[in-house]
């Protein structure tokens, strides 16, 4: 399994380099972390985001919630449940919990190789940190509000399936960071997230309908992030009219989060 994800890796690396007009072989490891850790750029971009690709996620969160209604829905799920009983009884893996975070390895480490994306590392990790608070409310609050039982018998916390929803989450990040250098990258991502979900079933922790409920959550978590995180960013720092900036900047000293300040007169 390392092998395969390393392999995945080295292609798409070989394929950003191919796309990317900067050579990166000749740029230095100091210097482009340097540029990556170091760089705040006073505002980030907003997100332009075309409407209709909220469709294919809504869809998917909206057919979650009708399998507890729709009864034909919910025997879909019986049926590949049942499916998968029959042909792989005995299959156990653990794979899942190493392809959720193929996407998000890949947006950092191809910013180490000097391959930039759409933001620099205080904005990246920003942004995946306010997708994974918004993912985990919306997903811890359903879970106990639905009360499913897993096919496994294991509990009472089947859905959304919290996998799949993170690596949908982690492909929706590599797709924003990157989809303007190549769809190579989004066809990555989203082929790591979809086997975590094929994964989570076969693995019997999730029925159909958990999944396709955790994929579509896990985008528009995402997507939610990039849309309201510039205006946060931007409020935090920024240029007064009187050409003072303010930048408020999470920090973490002696195990102790907090928050500092500084403004540039």
């Excluded at 796309?19 to 100091?30: E, F, I, R």
């Excluded at 170091?38 to 998917?60: G, Q, Y």
């Excluded at 159909?208 to 309201?228: H, M």
């Amino acid at each position: 399994m390392k092998i395969i994800i390393l392999a995945l890796f080295c292609i798409v690396s070989f394929e950003a380099s191919a796309q990317n007009t900067v050579d990166t072989s000749k740029k230095k490891l100091v210097d482009t972390l340097k540029k990556d850790l170091l760089t705040a750029p006073d505002t980030v971009k907003k997100l332009h985001s075309n409407p209709k690709s909220l469709i294919i996620p809504v869809a998917a969160i909206a057919y979650g919630a009708l399998s507890f209604e729709v009864k034909p829905i919910r025997r879909i799920d019986y049926y590949i449940h049942g499916d998968i009983q029959r042909t792989n009884p005995t299959f156990s893996s653990t794979a899942e919990s190493y392809f959720l975070f193929g996407p998000i390895v890949m947006v950092y480490g191809l910013n180490l190789i000097g391959v930039s994306g759409k933001n620099v590392f205080i904005d990246r990790t920003a942004l995946l940190g306010l997708s994974g608070g918004i993912l985990g409310l919306s997903e811890l609050a359903l879970k106990h509000a639905t009360h499913r039982l897993r096919p496994n018998g294991a509990d009472y916390y089947s859905f959304p399936s919290g996998h799949t929803g993170a690596a949908f989450l982690g492909a929706e990040f590599l797709a924003q960071e990157y989809s303007e250098k190549s769809p190579v990258y989004t066809v990555i991502g989203y082929t790591f997230a979809v086997t975590t979900g094929i994964f989570r079933m076969y693995n019997r922790d999730h029925w159909f309908s958990d999944v396709i409920a955790g994929a579509g959550f896990g985008v528009l978590s995402t997507k939610a992030a990039y849309l309201i995180y510039p205006y946060i960013r931007n409020k935090l720092t920024h240029k007064d009219k009187n050409g003072k900036s303010t930048m408020i900047m999470p920090t973490y000293q002696d195990g102790v989060p907090g928050l500092s300040f500084a403004m540039q007169l």
